[in-house]
């Protein structure tokens, strides 16, 4: 069953990287919320994403993400020794913290994340976002959500383009125009010289 879930899990995050720009090392977003579920199911949280996702991966974090958490205190102390020892990406909020979520919003457009996160209206709002790529936990079970509607609409709408585009080109291009009409090139004027060469007589098995 796990063998099966992480098979698909790999598929879908290829999904993702094929027609959305995903790169690996994967960049994973990591919140507190997350952290949380995390702490609470006892899954440590990198070696059960890279053996889900079968891939190598980065998890990052950010200055708000953990302020916030910090800020909450006590309910979350455990979440926070967590998610402080991610690697943590520059928001751009540096002296001007906002809210972690707020902060999960503004780096989804900054740079390809796929984001964790346990927190309702934050996945709401990324399921919006054609090819953006959640990631939650089912108690302790990681889940790569598959692509929405709009997602595999956008993906499919980006193949088509790229197909009439290739066909466009190939047009233009003399070469691969014949290939497209399946017309035979002219063969070059001067024979080879190797076909030049005069054919051996033989008289009387003599030569
Ligand atoms: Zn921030």
Excluded: W
């Excluded at 290829?14 to 790169?23: M, V």
């Excluded at 290939?179 to 080879?192: A, D, Q, V």
Aim: charged residues 25%; aromatic residues 6%.
């Amino acid at each position: 069953m796990k063998i099966l879930r992480n098979k698909k899990a790999s598929k879908l995050l290829a999904y993702y990287a094929t027609n959305f720009g995903y790169k690996q090392p994967y960049q994973v977003l990591v919140d507190a919320t997350f952290c949380q579920a995390a702490l609470q199911n006892k899954v440590a949280v990198e070696d059960q994403l890279k053996k889900y996702l079968q891939t190598d991966l980065r998890c990052f974090t950010t200055q708000c993400i953990i302020l916030e958490a910090e800020h909450l205190g006590q309910p979350l102390i455990g979440a926070t020794r967590i998610v402080k020892q991610f690697s943590v990406f520059k928001c751009g909020h540096e002296g001007k913290p906002i809210g972690g979520s707020d902060c999960v919003r503004d780096m989804v457009k900054v740079s390809k994340f796929i984001v964790t996160t346990q927190d309702r209206s934050l996945q709401h709002y990324l399921r919006q976002i054609p090819g953006q790529a959640l990631l939650y936990l089912h108690r302790s079970a990681p889940v790569l959500e598959p692509p929405s509607k709009k997602t595999k609409d956008i993906a499919s709408q980006k193949i088509s383009s790229l197909l009439t585009k290739a066909q466009k080109t190939l047009r233009k291009d003399p070469v691969h125009t014949d290939i497209l009409t399946n017309k035979k090139r002219k063969k070059p004027k001067n024979p080879n010289p190797l076909s030049c060469k005069k054919k051996k007589i033989v008289k009387n098995g003599k030569v």
